[in-house]
C-alpha cells in the first residue's frame, strides 16, 4: 500500500517563475493539506483540499494556489516565485470523517529559488 | 489561539541514556497533540498520539508522551537512546476534532552521541 507520494523530489526555479508540485494521497484518503518547512523551521499550512474545493487556508498569498482531481490527488501552483519561497514542500493526505485521524505525510518537494 | 512551544532547540544524549523532549501547548480547547519525527531529507512520521483517551499516550520505537492539562505540557520520553532516534521532533497541535491544520513546534534536533 503506496504512501503520500510527491513529485518532483528536486526542483530548481529561477524568480518570477511559476512552479506546479503534485502530489497524490494515501490510498482510502481524500483530504489533502500542503505545508512549506523552511530552513531550520516546522511545518507552516499552506490550505487544505477535500472534494475538489479548498477549505482552509493558512497564512499565504494568492501567488499560492492548489487544485485536487477526482481521483483525490492535488497540485500546489506557485507563481512569480521569490527567494523566499525555497524551502521544503509537504504534502499530507488523511480521510474525511475521521476524527482527530493522524495526518500521513509525504518525503516533500525541495524547491530551489535562484 | 492554540500554538505549541518546544522548549529546546538542541538535545544531546549519550547512547542508552533516556530521552526527554519537552513541549507546551496553548489551546482554548481540548487538543489534539503529536508528536512527529522527521530524519534528513526525509518526510514526517508519525510517532504517537493523543486524542482526549489515556494521558499516557505510548508511540513507535519505545517513546512514549504524558499529557498533563494542568502544565500544559506534552513531553516525549524514551528510556533509552538509540544511534537511530537521532533526528528533528516535532510537538503538533490541531484543531479540536478535526485534521484542518496542524499548527507545529519549531522542532527540536536530538543528537545521540555513541
Redesign the interface.
Known sequence: DAG?TQSPTHLIKTRGQQVTLRCSPKSGHD?V?W?QQAL??????IF?YYEEEE??R?NFPDRFSGHQFPNYSSELNVNALLLGDSALY?C?S?PQGQ??????????T?LTVT | AQSVTQLDSHVSVSEGTPVLLRCNYSSSYSPSLFWYVQHPNKGLQLLLKYTSAATLVKGINGFEAEFKKSETSFHLTKPSAHMSDAAEYFCVVSDVGGTYKYIFGTGTRLKVLA
Do not use: I, M, W
Open positions: 503520500v483530504t493539506s505545508y531550520g523551521q516546522g511545518p507552516q499550512f487544505q477549505r482552509q493558512g509537504l499530507a488523511s476524527n482527530n485521524s493522524p495526518l500521513h505525510f509525504g518525503n516533500g525541495r
